[in-house]
C-alpha cells in the first residue's frame, strides 16, 4: 500500500510519477518484499508508456516518409523498424523461458508478459 492507503499505480495514474518513483526508491531499501507487487504494477504501466511513445514515434516517422541522415554505422544508430507483433514476440518468449533462458523482468513487462 502507498501513501496514507492510496496505492502507487493509482498515485501513478493520477500523476504522480516522480513522487512515486522517489517512494518506491525510500521504501525500496526498507521494505523490498511489501512493495514489490505495487512496484510491479508501477513499472508495467511506465513500460507500457514506453512502448506506446515509440510505436507513436515509429509510425509518425513512417508517414512522413522520415529518411536518417546518414548510414547506421553501430546498432544504436539504425533506423526504427517495424516490430514483430506482441503476440508473436510473447509466443517467442515463452518458447525462450521453457528452455530456460533468462529473461529481465523489463522485458517482460516491455512486451506485456
Known sequence: ???????????????YTVEICGDLLKRGAEDYGAILPEAEKVFAELVGRVRHNLEVIHAELAR????????????FEKPLLSPVSSAELAKLLAELEGKKVFMPRSLQFFVGL
Open 1 to 15: 500500500m502507498g501513501v496514507d492507503g492510496v496505492e502507487y499505480l493509482d498515485r501513478y495514474l493520477r500523476g
Open 64 to 75: 512522413i516518409d522520415y529518411k536518417f541522415w546518414q548510414p547506421a554505422g553501430y546498432d
